[in-house]
């Protein structure tokens, strides 16, 4: 029954000193940083949509992945994670066993990024699993990475590397929190998002909120080798590199940033917790992404990724 | 297609000055008041379990509900709301018309309830619409209403009346949040809860988080007319009494006060938006619910209510 399940999953929430009321009441009372802005972001994870539970797949890589893409969002807004609540319709037919996996999964990510788990929703239905988990994050006043301030000569930058995430990245996402952070400590960064749709797809979006135009050098986009390895799977007919621009759930960060800033981080970026940062272009005036081949021939580019669609 | 659809329905959510980003970023950012924490809850409703889309129930509706249940848990901490973030999974099919018939009841709460809509993760599936809502409120430290705070000697007093509420109320929810903050302003409250699974449910939780047991007057009870309906359909067999104890989603606010102000409340109530306050028991040393009739005789009161159940 419900009341024993939540009270056995409360009880393995380490207690925490941001947290006035604690998960348990009808809701927690949170101790804000001082002098600093609340960051809020939400982000839904369905079976079948964004997960299949299978042997590849347990709750607890679940739990992880619904921490995860809502950790990479404060990342890619330069905020530093401190609370977070889940809210899950499990179903009825192994909902308790699923929800202390989803729970071990959640709470390993949030140790580990120090970040606590203020509370939640356990419900059940005959559905499949649902899991929304909304994360709150600190941030100094007007610091906030936002998309729309990239400028005409900054130069743009990616963490990782992207393409093939279905290969088993699209669950073990690792945020760029510890990265994110110490890049906000020493670099200007005029805009950020996180890569979750598409390379082209994201930064497209990045490009429209600051009302400019990026040309891309094809060569130096950082190509994952799960993209060379997907490109490989017989039937597959697409390139490493069409991998890399379209398949999304890298969530790696894609940051515009002054040129002399970009490629100092480019080179400084084995301090940044081992991650590669990758100068990828540059901001021009105008709309759109222009890519830029080897030879030095420049065409559009379509921005490509995963999108929702509705019918009727 | 998404970026479209998202972008009609952003461009619909009216500015406020609390928010510094915001939404339609990776995260939005929020200026929390000063000297004030923050409260943060969540509540997920599933379609077919805690509604039925039909003719009685329309998108709006949903909407409203869903912002609503947040609301009413802001109430029972005394909270003001502050901001709020919804999550959805649409069915693919008709999803485009049902996300906006939701966002327009979140919206017309939300601007009667002074709670700004901060953001939001919208999905498409071929599963039944979910909605998941967090709210985040404020209240100055040490001031939140928490469920473990009744003392042996407070009276406990219930908002409104109970019972019946699966005629329409449970979707039409009217969160007690200026009654909430009215009462914290003006009166001493050691523990609150909203009745959301049952008042006898709910009140059961009180006690349990206070330590301390209750004797309740079934005479006193505030028996809400969709109670008496509810009684008097062909072959539902129950008292309107026993609905009132058991059916839950009443969102009323129960409260364990000290004896002066419970009864001074309950005379002033009608200053509190009109909405009446019932004493209907007391807090007494020990664990349960004692249930006195009119006669003056006492019986344990098992707690019922909705509690989700799992299987295997």
Redesign the interface.
């Known amino acids: ?3 024993d ?1 939540v009270a056995s999953l409360l009880s393995r929430i380490p207690a925490d000193p941001r947290l ?2 604690p998960p ?9 940083p001082a002098e600093r ?8 994870l ?1 079976e ?2 964004d997960f299949i539970l299978d042997e590849a797949c347990d709750p607890r890589l679940v739990g992880h992945k619904a921490l995860a893409v809502n950790l990479s ?2 990342a ?2 330069a ?1 530093r994670p401190e ?1 977070a ?6 179903p ?5 066993s699923l929800g202390r996996g989803l729970l071990d999964g959640i709470l390993a990510l949030a140790a580990e990024q120090g970040i606590t788990l ?11 699993l ?1 899991i ?1 988990i ?4 600190s ?1 100094p ?2 610091r ?1 990475w ?3 301030g990239a400028r005409p000569g900054d130069l743009l930058v990616v963490s990782g590397a992207c393409g093939g995430s279905l290969l088993g990245r699209h669950l073990a996402v690792v945020p760029r929190c510890r990265e994110a952070l110490a890049i906000a400590d020493r670099f200007p960064v005029h805009a ?3 890569v979750s749709d598409g390379l082209s797809l994201d930064l497209s979006r990045l490009m429209q ?1 600051s009302g400019t135009a990026a040309v891309i050098d094809l060569a130096a986009i950082p190509i994952h080798p799960d993209a060379n390895r997907m490109a490989g799977i017989p039937g597959d007919g697409r390139s490493p590199l069409d991998h890399a621009l379209a398949d999304g759930e890298d969530f790696e960060l894609l940051l515009a940033m002054p040129a002399a800033d970009a490629r100092r981080l480019a080179v400084e970026a084995v301090d940044l917790a081992g991650t590669p940062f990758t100068v990828i272009g540059e901001v021009v005036e105008g709309a759109g992404i222009l890519a830029r081949a080897a030879d030095g021939s420049t065409a559009a580019l379509a921005p490509r990724g995963y ?6």
Chains 1, 2 share one sequence.
């Open positions: 029954m419900e009341l399940f006035e009321v348990g009441d009808d809701a927690a009372v949170l101790r804000p802005r609340t960051v809020v972001t939400v982000d839904m369905m079948g949509v969002d404060l890619a807004m905020a609370a609540v889940v809210a899950v319709a499990l009825r037919r192994g909902g308790d203020a509370g939640g929703d356990t419900n059940a239905w005959d559905g499949p649902v929304s909304t994360a709150v994050g941030v006043p007007g906030a936002r998309r729309d950020a998002i996180d909120a999108e929702h669609a509705f019918t009727g």
